[in-house]
């Protein structure tokens, strides 16, 4: 590695860790929600579609997790009060999630927190700045985003 690998390498390991610990102070914060910041993902996936919910399997896709993983999760959800099952009226088989009052709240708390952290991190970027760390922002996703689906693909491989 070079000086620029190297300086690149930690700045982004420190920066996810950085990210996960303000995440989970924000959680730890507001003293009535007793989440994870995995269960705070899902809600935020599950409360994508308010009105009728969505099914595991969407959420399932939403978050890349095995369809056992994520009915746990939803299951844990339900029994603290943040999400409901509804079963399809016409068809019995499906079943939607969506948040509870409780899961709506945190919802809208955890993306106020987002919305609050990009204001406070880009307040003091100039247009030149904000565009370049856009761009970069967008090539380090597409990057992630490959290797992810190039290992999905090795997985789905007998």
Excluded: W
């Excluded at 929600?33 to 009105?51: N, P, Q, T, V, Y």
């Excluded at 999760?73 to 079963?87: F, H, P, S, T």
């Excluded at 709506?104 to 919305?115: M, S």
């Amino acid at each position: 590695m070079d000086a620029f690998q190297r300086e690149l390498n930690a700045l982004m390991v420190e920066t996810y860790r950085s990210i996960l610990k303000v995440e989970e102070g924000m959680l730890r914060q507001q003293s009535q929600m007793d989440l994870s910041i995995g269960e705070m993902h899902m809600i935020e996936a599950i409360a994508k579609e308010k009105e009728k919910g969505r099914t595991i399997t969407d959420i399932a896709q939403d978050q890349s997790l095995s369809l056992p993983t994520v009915t746990v999760a939803i299951n844990k959800l339900v029994r603290k009060g943040y999400v409901e099952k509804i079963r399809d009226d016409k068809d019995g088989r499906v079943v939607y999630v969506r948040c509870t009052r409780q899961g709506q709240r945190a919802d809208t708390a955890h993306r106020f927190f987002h919305r609050q952290m990009l204001l406070d991190m880009t307040q003091d970027l100039s247009q030149a700045e904000r565009d370049a760390l856009l761009s970069g922002a967008k090539k380090l996703n597409r990057y992630f985003k490959a290797v992810e689906a190039q290992l999905s693909e090795k997985e789905r491989r007998p």
